[in-house]
């Protein structure tokens, strides 16, 4: 059994130079807020252990159970040119473990590296006998239904206990929903005039039409009124039907069963619904992990590392060398799920959590008060106040968590970063907001930004989708700004909004999408296995962006292209703006190492006589009709500029058309020092930009 101790006091020297007796002040700073860490040689662990340090003896045995013979191995790398030893990186995880990761590269690639972590914690019955081994919850290797079930519970009963923000009055049902009240599930027409509590599911359909979900189309919406038999039930539906059965719940809401999927104008209305429909659910049900409606929610759980390993959930016991014996458990780290939900992972996001890459599914998260999500790991529940999981112990991750000393400033610490996350934000003063939390303008607009390019990321299946998935995140955003919505950007802060780079940069596989204007972001569409996106981000140095005092935007507008009336949908439309500018040519250079061509902006020669140009983050250098060549003349039309660095701003044009009917596409961005040319003595121009 745990002892009482709490492991060396913080002012003493350690004993142990190797892992410092786990003194949380003694790790490195990693650099990224409360995490820490220390590197470890393993002969240098090893050495430690035989010595007598308990704290290495047990990180030693805990790696030989999970890398066996790989836990010794210190060979070189790179040959003569190089001597990287393989080292074990540790990392305290204030209130509830100890992470332990190897690799022959430094601690920054921590968050990019390896997924198969391990970490030492102890049980939750427990007391640790040093509060690096914070107490944890063991993680079963299958899900059950039951073990399900009563983790529903008790979240459910928590939050709709403690959490005020999470708690509203019933709301109308949306105006179809599946009726669980009978053996077989029906859809109900509801006529939107009944109120009552119902469930909502985000899952994937996949790319396999043998796999696909139960849908509802024309030919099948009258016997789906009637009742669906098991046979007809696909087996992800099947085990969520049966969960929601045994919550107590009696209605469900499912876009494949409740959406009339082959009847467009069915389609169209219900969508722009959907933002209502994931606000006013009582619960959201994720099925993170699962690619498809094949898969099942009660089944072993696992790790991967790639296509061909996995590693089946599992913890073992470990007794440390110290007179009392103190029992401390080992397992892989549920870290990476954590991150992925919690943070703003995407390395191999499409294979480890690919809900979560689906364009849909970012506003149903955050606009569903709860969401329990299932993983590969294990069960991950996200709601307005709170992130919990089968793995942690809920009072360790608040700021009423048990860790006492420096490991509890640390704690404190984790839960303040992770409830800083955009999503977090984003959520409560947007998709909650009840008016009372008030909010800067300029924060709010830096949200956006936020989701705008987190969501460009996320693949959809259908081009027009890319504006209905994002619509009702638009109306929440409207609702508290009040702003005039341009097709993924907003009137008040379109300087900076129209800033923003495509990624990868330059790539010669975009296109233009035909259904956006080529100043917002939705119009650069890359494909994908499954999908398209049109990744982009926001420079760093936008964050503290200052118009040009030159520019003036005379006109903007868009015009619906397909729902009347409806400006989150498809739109064409232009914007005029006024402002410093400079005629440039682009310069064309083959990148042979990254198999791409780079370009660049000839600005001429420097008071020095020295040749000046800047690289240019071209959209789409390479799509039909907007081809870039060597010697192709652009206008440089400045924006603003960085408050602290001073870097200049600017939005890359290209001249169409003729006569009456001459107006600019847009080709990119650059980005100017301001000793490189001040334009200071520049023309100024009024351009139309479509």
């Known amino acids: 059994m745990g002892s009482h101790l709490t492991g060396p006091a913080p002012s003493s020297s350690p004993k142990c130079d190797v892992c410092r007796d786990l003194i949380y002040s003694l790790f490195e700073d990693g650099g990224s807020g409360a995490v820490r860490y220390i590197s470890i040689e393993f002969s240098e662990l090893k050495a430690a252990a035989a010595l007598g340090c308990i704290y290495c003896s047990l990180i030693d045995r805990g790696t030989q159970l999970f890398w066996g013979h790989r836990a010794d191995f210190s060979g ?19 209130g509830r473990g100890l992470v332990l990761w190897r690799s022959f590269e430094d601690f920054n690639t921590y968050f990019s590296n390896c997924r198969l972590r391990i970490e030492l914690f102890t049980d939750q019955g427990d007391t640790p006998f040093h509060p690096a081994f914070g107490r944890a919850r063991p993680v079963g290797r299958t899900l059950t239904f039951d073990v399900a079930l009563e983790r529903l519970n008790n979240w459910m009963t928590r939050c709709e206990r403690d959490h005020s923000s999470c708690t509203r009055s019933l709301t109308k049902l949306p105006d179809r929903v599946i009726d669980l009240s009978r053996p077989e599930p029906r859809l109900l027409e509801t006529m939107n005039t009944e109120y009552g509590k119902y469930i909502t599911l985000s899952h994937c359909r996949g790319q396999n039409a043998a796999k696909s979900p139960t849908t509802t189309t024309t030919a099948t919406l009258q016997a789906r009124k009637r009742g669906l038999t098991f046979n007809e039930i696909c087996p992800l539906f099947q085990d969520v039907f049966s969960l929601v059965r045994m919550s107590g719940y009696r209605y469900i809401w499912i876009d494949s069963l409740c959406i009339v999927q082959d009847d467009e104008s069915d389609w169209q209305v219900q969508s722009m619904k959907m933002a209502d429909i994931y606000a006013g659910s009582f619960l959201n049900i994720a099925t993170t992990y699962a690619p498809d ?41 549920h870290t990476i799920d954590h991150e992925y939900i919690c943070g703003d992972l995407r390395r191999r996001r499409w294979q480890y959590a690919p809900l979560l890459d689906r364009a849909w599914v970012l506003q149903e998260r955050l606009l569903a008060r709860r969401t329990l999500h299932f993983t590969l790991s294990e069960l991950v529940w996200e709601c307005n106040c709170s992130y919990a999981c089968e793995c942690i112990i809920e009072s360790e991750t608040t700021n009423d968590c048990s860790t006492s000393g420096e490991y509890a400033i640390g704690a404190r610490a984790s839960v303040n970063r992770l409830y800083r996350s955009w999503t977090h934000e984003f959520s409560s003063r947007i998709c909650q907001s009840t008016g009372t939390q008030q909010s800067s303008l300029g924060y709010l607009y830096y949200l956006w930004l936020k989701l705008a390019s987190n969501y460009s990321s996320l693949l959809v299946t259908k081009p027009l989708d890319r504006y209905y998935a994002l619509a009702g995140l638009a109306q929440m955003f409207q609702r508290v700004t009040k702003d005039q919505y341009l097709a993924g950007l907003w009137a008040r802060d379109l300087s900076r909004s129209l800033l923003w780079t495509g990624g990868p940069r330059s790539s010669p596989s975009t296109s233009r999408s035909k259904i956006s204007p080529t100043w917002s972001w939705i119009s650069r569409v890359e494909k994908h296995d499954g999908g398209t996106d049109c990744s982009m981000s926001y420079s760093q140095a936008t964050e503290d962006f200052i118009q040009d005092i030159r520019v003036r935007i005379h006109q903007y507008r868009t015009f619906s292209t397909i729902m009347s009336g409806s400006e989150f949908g498809p739109v064409s439309g232009q914007i005029v703006i006024e402002g410093a500018f400079l005629p440039v040519f682009v310069t064309k250079e083959r990148d042979d190492f990254r198999s791409r061509n780079e370009y660049y902006l000839d600005l001429g ?6 040749h000046r140009r800047c690289l240019l983050w071209a959209d789409c250098p390479q799509a039909e009709g907007e081809e870039l060549e060597d010697g192709d003349m652009v206008q440089c039309l400045l924006l603003g500029t960085s408050k602290i660095s001073g870097v200049q701003h600017f939005l890359v044009l290209r001249e169409h058309g003729r006569d009456q009917d001459r107006y600019h596409l847009r080709v990119g961005v650059a980005e100017f020092e301001r000793t490189d040319n001040d334009f200071s003595d520049a023309a100024v121009g009024s351009f139309i930009i479509r």
């Open 76 to 94: 070189r790398v790179g040959g003569e040119a190089g001597d990287l030893r393989e080292r074990l990186h540790v990392i305290p995880v204030p």
């Open 605 to 610: 020669l420097g008071p020095q006589g020295s």
């Open 293 to 333: 409606s094949s898969h099942r929610l009660f089944v072993d759980r696992y790790f991967s590392t790639n296509h061909k390993s996995t590693f089946p959930v599992q913890s073992f016991k470990l007794i440390a060398d110290n007179k009392e014996k103190s029992e401390v458990h080992i397992r892989q780290s």
